[in-house]
Structures are given as structure tokens and as C-alpha cells.
């Protein structure tokens, strides 16, 4: 579709594209505290103003996992007040809607009677508002139950995904929507590595028929060697990506270089770090569908805080760093710079735009100082622009030159330099610190990998009971797991009782030992049967006599039976047969095995295995007596 071409409007599907809204970031900040709503107004403003038919989110609606009362009551009243109304939805749902939002209403919002919606709102969840905790459940299916948003995109099985999608007609043009919420990028990768996504295509469908369009929420840029999409992961199929994560506004679509597929990475609405990424100015997109063509119009938006940054290196700048008075008025004037250069955009732009606020803005001055020793400069340079700037803590940010590392020769091709994360923070794992924590010490009971989850949970999704709800997993299946380990024991101990029976009166005339047993000592040079078991379920098995990894393993042997004893036939019982059945028994117990099938991490090497019980209350076998005549 080019840019001076109109369609005809009742073909034409009408989309507002928006990502990383951000709602509650900054909202105990004095100063930064309404940001986020009062940007989330504009954009939905852009919605009315340009009658779009359905507005659609990217993820990261709220930054919190648990948004507070105040941000999901200041965000049910903008989606009410601009979505709600009698103006009719110009489009409809064909696909299952059962399948695309399986939830207990199973229908999109504006078909319910008992609601006006004028602009539906489609969203999937990102990383910020994922779902958690008990019931699995996020901030989004809170708007869905009380029918502001049409949450979709959700998948529990992340080992096997399959994407039904949202099939939309309006006139002519059908739009195949396909939505996948966030998921642990390390785990996605290996799933569309396995070839284990699949997304799913309308039956009797030609290529040319349905437009297809995918959202996605995920690492663009690449951290690690699977922390990151691929953009050569995606189908061939798809016409348009919607990528949301990724802060930087790039929302002019890009054609990826292996496939005919385009990328619009809208970026954040909200600056929610001071990095460079962030400063770039910030945008939406109005995207109008016509058949198989596509057009996005970028729309700017006026109410984000206006943000600065710029970098020095005191080396280069003649400075004594003998003198830190002379370093320090140096980085006031360069802030004041910053401050000037804002103060008179904004009145440039205040010709254009009467109604713009003006606002403090957001100053970040990044300094090497290498060779400089600048004690309390931060502290001092704050208090000086207090009621200038929003961020009077956060103004300078020091660093030292790195010095490059030659690297070994069989490591120079795994050399790679990261690049800066798209939020511009050191973003290590929970997870990550717990096990390099309990690396060096071992776990007797606990389970590291669901341990380290469940701290994760606490910290960044506010799960109070996170931890306890782990502790309670582990007893349980521990509990499960010593009393199947305590019923295989029985087994072992009837099996070693019925292999032995009838046999203890026996005399063995090919054996070497004595005739006769010792009192109370069992069968002769033998251990007696308690400890015999103990040693079966012992941890180390460096003095097991079972049989080796490339030996037969032993079948035991049919036992004896009360009539065969009745007959008294003549039966030679060997120290080996009895080592046979002890080894029938040890082989027939299994050693316990937690069932840890639905955890998403990988399980560690190491999994529990409690000690099996050292003691039994096997009684000895009945001893045949012989009375002696009286007088002897």
C-alpha cells in the first residue's frame, strides 16, 4: 500500500499499535509519579481521534507484576472512559473463540451483551506482568474478567507450543493474528530449536488470502548465545512481526534480510532507564490492512518526559585531577548545558503545540574518569538541581576504561562482545545468583533449581508465598517418595523371607562351613538379616557385590515350596544361591525418584535422593527344636 493510496475504508483494517506501556513505573517518585498513565491516556486518545477498529498491545502493560490499587484503578478508568461506547466494531471474530481466549467467557469483550465496547483492546502479557503465583494468573486477566481487554496469547506447555490464531474480517481483508506472550527466552529458544512451535493456518486457505501478522515479546538483540529470538526462528509465512520488549522505537517497519517478513519494534511509551536507547524520541503506529498490503503511520507522543544524555572523558578535557573543585564546577556547567538545550526545545516546540506542559527533564551525563579520584561529586551535583531536573540522583554516571583482555588462542573465536541491554541495566538472573551461591554446598533435600525459582518469584513478582508454597512441593514429594521407597523395601524384605524359607534347617554338604548354625546368629557365616538390609539401600556402593555393567544380571531362582519341604528331598543349598536371591532383592528395589516434570528450569545433576531406612523388624525364622529324652 503506498502512501498516498486510500482503500476503500469498510475493506481497510485499522490498528493502533502500542508496546511497553509500563503503567506504575516511577509512581513513588515525586516528580515521575503520573507518567506512565498520563502518556497510556494519549495513546488511547490517538485511538479515538483516528477511530482505529481494535488497538493492540505488545506487552509490559504494567511494570509490576502486582500492580498497586492506585495504578490498576487509574488504568480501569482510561480503558473505560476511551474504550467503552455505542459506537459499533466494524470487524468480526471467525476463529474459535474457545481457543483464542480460554478463559470462563470465551468470547471476545465486544460481543458481549452486556457491555458497549467501541474500541476493543487485544494484548498479550510480557515479562513484567507474566503470570504467576497461585492460579497462575496475571494483571491481564483481571482486565479480561471485567471485560476491558481480550487477553490471548497464553501457553502453559512452553516445550510444545501451538499458536490457533485470531482469524479477523473486515470487508475483504482477513487478518490471521497470531500472539505469543513472554516466555523465559533461554527455554523459547531450545522450543523453536526442537521445531516445537507451531502456528497454526486457517484450513481452506490460499497464500494470498489472509494477512498474517504475529506479536511477539522477547530479546531482539542478542545477550548470550540463547538469549535471544533469532529473527531467522520465525515462519516464512508471516507478513508482519509486531516486536515488543525491545525499548528503542524503531516502529517504521524493516524488512528482515532471509525472508519477504517485516519488523515493527514500536519500543516503549515510557523511558524506564537512562540509556541511550531510551533518549530516541518515542512513538506508536496506526497500521491500516488492506488485503495483503499494509501501511504504518508513526505518531509521535507528546506527554513522555523529555530526556537528554551525553557523555565526557575528564582526560581529554585538560583537567587537574589534583583539583576536584575544578572537576566538579567543570560537570555543573556541562549539566547546566543539558538543562538549556531542553528549555529551548520546549519552547520551540511550545510554538507549534500551545496546550504542551512544560516538564522537568530527565539529565544524564555520562563521565569517564579514569586517572581522577572524585569523591562525593554525584552528591554535590544533585543537590544543586534539585527542582531543575527529575532525576537530581541519577544525574552523572561514572565508569572507567575497560581494559581489553588479549584473549587465549582457543578462546578467540568464542569471543564476542554484548551488547547493551535494551532496558540499559545489569539484569542478572535471581535464579542465576541462588545457584552460584549453592554451588558449593550441597543439597541434601532441597531442590536448587525450583529453590531458585521460587526466591525469583518472591523478589520480582512480589509472591509472598513463593517460597512457602516450595517448601511445602518438597515435602510432599519427598514424603511420596519415602514411602514408595519404604513399600519396595517391604518387597525385597518378603522376597529375601520367601526365597529363604524352609531352607534354614538344611545342611549344606558342598559347602565348607559349619553344619550346624551359631545360636542366634541366623544362617552360618552369614550377617544377620537387619544388617544385611542396611546395607542393600546404602549410599555407597563401593562394597556391593552386585553384578557389573557388562555382566548378566541374575534372575532369581523359584523358591521352595511347603510341600517339597514335606518330603524332606534332599536339597543343597549354596552360599551363591543365597547371594543370588539377596541380589534379586537389591535389584528389584529402585532408588527414589522425585517427579519434577512440570518445572521449566533444567534439573540439576544432582537431585535429592533421601537415605533409605537402616533398620527393619524382621522377626528370624521359626527354629525346629529337638527334646532331649528325659534323664539325658
Keep these: 500500500m503506498s502512501q498516498g493510496e486510500e482503500p476503500p475504508e469498510e475493506d481497510t483494517l ?19 509519579q503520573n507518567d506512565s498513565l498520563q502518556t497510556f491516556e494519549e495513546i488511547l486518545q490517538y485511538a479515538r481521534r483516528f477511530d482505529v477498529d481494535m488497538i493492540l498491545l505488545g506487552g509490559d502493560l504494567f511494570h509490576d507484576n502486582k500492580p498497586s490499587r492506585k495504578i490498576m484503578h487509574g488504568c480501569m478508568q482510561l480503558l473505560r472512559e476511551y474504550c467503552m461506547g455505542d459506537r459499533p466494531c466494524q470487524f468480526q471474530i471467525l476463529s474459535d473463540q474457545s481457543e483464542n481466549f480460554p478463559n470462563r467467557f470465551s468470547r471476545v469483550n465486544y460481543e458481549d451483551p452486556n457491555f458497549n465496547v467501541s474500541y476493543p483492546v487485544f494484548s498479550i502479557h510480557g515479562n513484567h506482568d507474566d503470570p504467576a503465583g497461585d492460579g497462575y494468573l496475571s494483571s491481564l486477566d483481571l482486565l479480561s474478567a471485567s471485560n476491558l481487554v481480550n487477553y490471548f496469547g497464553m501457553t ?92 528503542k522505537c524503531e516502529v517504521k517497519p524493516q524488512l528482515m534480510a532471509a525472508q519477504d517478513t517485516y519488523i515493527s519494534q514500536p519500543g516503549s511509551s515510557i523511558a524506564t532507564s537512562l540509556s541511550e536507547g531510551e533518549a530516541e524520541p518515542k512513538h506508536i503506529g496506526i497500521l491500516k490492512i488492506y488485503k495483503e498490503t499494509f501501511l504504518m503511520e508513526k505518531l509521535p507522543l507528546r506527554t513522555v518526559r523529555p530526556f537528554y544524555i551525553d557523555e565526557v572523558c575528564l582526560e581529554d578535557e585538560d583537567l587537574d585531577p589534583t583539583k576536584p573543585q575544578t572537576v566538579e564546577t567543570f560537570l555543573k556547567q556541562k549539566v547546566q548545558e543539558m538543562i538549556d538545550d531542553a528549555n529551548r526545545d520546549y519552547e520551540e516546540r511550545k510554538k507549534d503545540e500551545p496546550e504542551l506542559q512544560k516538564m522537568l527533564p530527565l539529565i544524564r551525563l555520562k563521565v569517564e574518569y579514569t586517572g581522577f579520584d572524585l569523591p562525593n561529586v554525584q552528591r554535590l551535583i544533585g543537590q544543586k538541581f534539585v527542582n531543575k531536573v527529575a532525576n537530581p540522583k541519577e544525574i552523572l554516571n561514572f565508569y572507567k576504561r575497560r581494559v581489553a583482555h588479549k584473549p587465549s588462542e582457543n578462546k578467540k573465536a568464542d569471543v564476542d562482545t554484548a551488547p547493551t541491554h535494551s532496558h540499559g541495566q545489569n539484569t542478572a538472573r535471581v535464579e542465576d545468583l541462588v545457584k552460584n551461591i549453592l554451588k558449593e554446598q550441597k543439597l541434601d533435600v532441597l531442590n536448587k533449581t525450583r529453590l531458585g525459582k ?13 517460597i512457602k508454597e516450595f517448601v511445602e512441593w518438597q515435602i510432599k514429594h519427598t514424603t511420596e517418595s519415602l514411602i514408595k521407597r519404604k513399600e519396595t523395601d517391604a518387597d525385597a524384605n518378603i522376597q529375601m523371607d520367601t526365597n529363604s524359607s524352609g531352607e534354614e534347617d538344611r545342611v549344606n554338604l558342598s559347602s565348607p562351613v559349619s553344619s550346624s548354625p551359631a545360636k542366634g546368629k541366623g544362617r552360618a557365616g552369614s550377617k544377620p538379616a537387619s544388617k544385611r538390609r542396611r546395607q542393600q539401600f546404602s549410599d555407597d556402593d563401593d562394597d556391593d557385590d552386585s553384578f557389573g555393567e557388562g555382566d548378566a544380571e541374575p534372575q532369581p531362582k523359584k523358591r521352595a515350596t511347603k510341600k517339597a519341604a514335606t518330603k524332606k528331598t534332599p536339597v543343597t543349598v ?18 527414589i525418584v522425585i517427579d519434577d516434570s512440570d518445572d521449566i528450569e533444567e534439573i540439576d545433576s544432582d537431585e535429592y535422593v533421601p537415605p533409605a531406612k537402616t533398620t527393619t523388624s524382621k522377626k528370624p525364622a521359626p527354629r525346629k527344636t529337638r527334646r532331649l529324652p528325659k534323664g539325658l
Design 454 to 466: 521460587a526466591v525469583k518469584q518472591y523478589v520480582e513478582k512480589d509472591e509472598k508465598t513463593s
Design 14 to 32: 485499522n490498528i493502533l499499535i502500542a508496546t511497553d506501556t509500563h503503567l506504575g513505573y516511577g509512581e513513588k517518585d515525586p516528580v515521575r
Design 156 to 247: 502453559k506447555n512452553v516445550d510444545d507450543i501451538k499458536i490457533s490464531p485470531i482469524l479477523i474480517q473486515k470487508g475483504a481483508t482477513k487478518l490471521a493474528l497470531y500472539g505469543l506472550g513472554s516466555v523465559r527466552d533461554e527455554r523459547l529458544y531450545r522450543t523453536f530449536l526442537n521445531k516445537k512451535v507451531k502456528m497454526l493456518r486457517p484450513e481452506s486457505s490460499e497464500d494470498k488470502e489472509w494477512f498474517n501478522m504475529f506479536v511477539i515479546h522477547q530479546n531482539r538483540v542478542k545477550h548470550s548465545a540463547t538469549n535471544y529470538i533469532p529473527e531467522k526462528f520465525l515462519p516464512e509465512f508471516l507478513d508482519l512481526v509486531i516486536w515488543g520488549h525491545e525499548h
Design 574 to 591: 549354596s552360599k551363591s544361591k543365597r547371594t543370588t536371591s539377596s541380589r534379586a532383592a537389591k535389584q528389584k528395589a529402585e532408588p
